[in-house]
DNA sequence: GTGGGATGTCACCGGCTTGTAACCTTGCTG
DNA sequence: CAGCAAGGTTACAAGCCGGTGACATCCCAC
């Protein structure tokens, strides 16, 4: 997955955005100025940069100029955070090399699809993993195989599907309606309570493991995020 | 989706009207006087209003007046909607805080646009956010979490949903018998003091973070504005 | 056809959630 | 300051929800 590079000297604001990057799938790395955001950028050659415009000592514009000279750092597309709707601040910011700008206040969802579209453009990869693993839960799709602490679970079809749409949507609880959907992939011919036995078919067989599958109440089922 | 109130007395331009909003995914609520505007604007709180001028009784001017001067209705942006092209009209209708002025007849397509424009300047995303902050307060739809100092905070499925329609309506006080249509979903079988029992459940468990949370005597509750 | 595994359904149970009523506290009004 | 109405608290019973075991059915391999 993508690795963004998010500068803000507000922590708030800085939490908010990588937060929601996070949740995306993507790895976050942060800094809060500009001399900090110059080092990580060289160090870690991000797939993207996330810069605020206002920055204490070296502000943005600042910022990218210099990103853009080097030429390690200078093909790393940027988009520009700004308070200011300003016109020039957007003329400048994109004569200096801004892919793109978003300005404050902004929706997190559009911050994410501008990040999307813009890597997609780039032809940076975002395609589903093959694989999942958590702790001592190993998930291969492509081999059909399920290891707990490398011992082999054997689990049928609809029990691996099942763990699969969870495991892809990790963190997030989703309905026992939206179960069936997606694992099932038709509308509730068949009862929600089925996705109930097969949950306990599936903890069942994994064991130490099934610590991965909450169960919400009163709303569905969902993967640990951690 | 954005939820848009269509006021209009003709049954043919509300159909159109209407028609045309909900293909362009949006939720469209009518009234096709200017009383019941009046009740369904405070009712359901739409994130837009269209608003025809020529109204029997109390007329679209009237109205825009009253939306604005009521603080749960004032910022709700207000398209005016008019067979007169004068400029009197237009003058008087933005005086009266009509944030855009659309004249009879007009094409549906264009209308949509105006509508899908104003909702994306006030940055009423056009999709619901799914997660929301406040101080130290962190809400995430999708994974039905909440935490308060970055501490996890288990609430049931109907103090999240109280505290998530609360959430999304920052600022403006919901009456008991709002609060029982939006979270519970059904008119009122339900005695409206289950809503205290319920915000109390809400208030111990958020500890700290009850602070966003205001009684307004007499009216009913409210999440802080910042 | 038979056997075994996979799958969907059901009934039951225990516990948590939830609605309600009764009582207490608070703050407004005169 | 007294009285009252609105909201906060407490307690509790009902019932909903999810876990579980049992079972019928289906499908496939043999």
């Known amino acids: 997955m993508a690795k963004i590079l998010v500068v803000d000297d ?4 800085l939490e908010l955005v990588s937060f929601n990057l996070k949740s995306a799938g993507y790895e976050v790395v942060t800094a809060d100025n500009g001399s900090e955001a110059l ?3 060289r160090q870690h050659v991000p797939d993207l940069i996330l810069l605020d415009v206002m920055l204490p000592e070296v502000d943005g514009l600042e910022v990218c100029k210099l990103l853009r000279r080097d030429p390690a750092t200078a093909p790393i597309p940027i988009i520009m955070l700004t308070a200011k709707a300003g016109e020039i601040d957007r003329v400048l910011g994109l ?5 793109d700008y978003v ?3 902004f929706s997190p969802r559009e911050l994410v699809l501008r990040v999307k579209n813009l890597l997609k453009r780039r032809n940076v990869s975002e395609e589903k993993p093959d ?3 958590v702790g001592d839960l190993f998930i291969d799709i492509p081999r059909h195989l399920v290891t707990v602490a490398r011992k082999r679970v054997d689990l049928t079809a609809t029990e691996f599907k099942l763990l699969i ?3 892809s949507r990790r963190g997030r609880v989703q309905s026992r309606e939206q179960l069936l959907r997606d694992v099932w992939e038709y509308d509730s011919l068949i009862d929600t309570r089925t996705v109930d036995t097969h949950m306990r078919r599936l903890r069942e067989k994994l064991g130490d493991a099934c610590r991965y599958l909450d169960t919400v109440r009163g ?3 969902r993967f ?3």
């Open 10 to 13: 507000e922590p708030d604001a």
């Open 39 to 41: 080092k990580k950028a």
């Open 95 to 99: 004569e200096l090399g801004a892919e």
């Open 103 to 105: 300005t404050k206040p």
């Open 131 to 133: 694989q999942y693993s």
């Open 165 to 167: 749409i969870l495991a």
């Open 219 to 221: 709303v569905g089922y």
């Open 224 to 226: 640990v995020e951690n």
